[in-house]
């Protein structure tokens, strides 16, 4: 009846998979029910409990429009768990054959679920390793990807833009954020030519009102250009920060 994903470095809390099997019991009428969690990090020995209660979600059951304008829904699908035949029915599927396929799936099932609710159970554990197998650095072919999934998460607001505006201007967010980390944390370690490359590819909501994306869209060129000068500085403030960090 419903569907959980889980990944390699989460594991199940004790009983917390019975308990949230009664709780589902009480949300039939939801298509989708969001979960806490507890962060482990091995090297401390020690957790963070409730991470999203303690982030101001409450246990309401409303539209999961209103609930992606009302909180800063996570993206990674694990933390909710779905009703099975709404999957099937809206054909919510990940994008095959992609890297970093979660966002736009959170984000589309949240759009059309017709009912929504915050459990505050620490259902998982996610363990803090040092390890990502998201991680990106200077991988051109990598940066590329976050590119692409930067673009569908216009392309799922967009599709909900003549019925549904607030919710979609509320996933449109989502994709301006989105960008905006990209090109402030990752776009800059390309080079030139790469630069201008997936700038003109990969475009961005026009309306963004975001300083950052505005300047670079009517300037690509002066943004490659700054980043080849400030490359080196930067690179050596995120060796430095990792340094500090470890």
Same mark, same amino acid.
């Given at each position: 009846? /419903?569907?959980?994903?889980?990944?390699?470095?989460?594991?199940?809390? $004790?009983?917390?998979?019975?308990? %949230?099997?009664?709780?589902?019991?009480?949300?039939?009428?939801?298509?989708?029910?969001?979960?806490?969690?507890?962060?482990?990090?091995?090297?401390?020995?020690?957790?963070?409990?409730?991470?999203?209660?303690?982030? $101001?979600?409450?246990?309401?059951?409303?539209? $999961?429009?209103?609930?992606?304008?009302?909180? @800063?829904?996570? /993206?990674? @699908?694990?933390? *909710?768990? *779905?009703?099975? #035949?709404?999957?099937?029915?809206?054909?919510? &599927?990940?994008? #095959?054959?992609?890297?970093?396929?979660?966002?736009?799936?959170?984000?589309?099932?949240?759009? &059309?679920?017709?009912?929504?609710?915050?459990? @505050?159970?620490?259902?998982?554990?996610?363990?803090?390793?040092?390890?990502?197998?998201?991680?990106?650095?200077?991988? !051109?072919?990598?940066?590329?990807? %976050?590119?692409?999934?930067?673009? !569908?998460?216009?392309?799922?607001? #967009?599709?909900?833009?003549?019925?549904? !505006?607030?919710?979609?201007?509320?996933?449109?967010?989502?994709?301006?954020?989105?960008?905006?980390? %990209?090109?402030?944390?990752?776009?800059?370690?390309?080079?030139?030519?790469e630069i201008i490359d997936l700038l003109g590819r990969y475009i961005p909501y #026009?309306?963004?009102?975001?300083? %950052?994306?505005?300047?670079?869209?009517?300037?690509?060129?002066? *943004?490659?250009?700054?980043?080849?000068?400030?490359?080196?500085?930067?690179?050596?403030?995120? /060796?430095?920060?990792?340094?500090?960090?470890?």
């Amino acid at each position: 009846e /419903w569907i959980l994903y889980l990944d390699q470095d989460d594991f199940f809390i $004790g009983d917390s998979l019975k308990h %949230l099997r009664n709780s589902l019991k009480e949300y039939r009428i939801c298509d989708v029910v969001m979960f806490d969690y507890q962060l482990k990090d091995l090297l401390r020995n020690c957790s963070v409990h409730h991470i999203y209660k303690n982030q $101001g979600f409450n246990s309401e059951e409303i539209t $999961g429009s209103k609930f992606i304008q009302k909180y @800063p829904i996570p /993206w990674t @699908p694990w933390c *909710y768990a *779905y009703k099975r #035949e709404f999957l099937i029915a809206h054909q919510i &599927l990940f994008a #095959e054959n992609v890297r970093f396929e979660d966002v736009d799936y959170v984000i589309k099932s949240t759009l &059309l679920s017709k009912s929504m609710v915050f459990l @505050p159970i620490d259902v998982y554990c996610h363990v803090d390793s040092g390890y990502n197998t998201s991680f990106v650095g200077n991988n !051109r072919f990598l940066i590329e990807d %976050l590119f692409k999934i930067s673009i !569908r998460i216009k392309d799922v607001a #967009e599709d909900f833009m003549m019925k549904d !505006r607030e919710g979609a201007q509320a996933a449109m967010n989502h994709h301006i954020f989105h960008y905006h980390w %990209l090109l402030s944390k990752f776009l800059w370690r390309l080079s030139y030519c790469e630069i201008i490359d997936l700038l003109g590819r990969y475009i961005p909501y #026009e309306k963004s009102n975001n300083r %950052l994306i505005d300047f670079t869209l009517k300037h690509p060129r002066v *943004y490659a250009a700054l980043a080849q000068v400030a490359r080196p500085f930067l690179l050596a403030a995120v /060796w430095l920060k990792n340094k500090l960090k470890s």
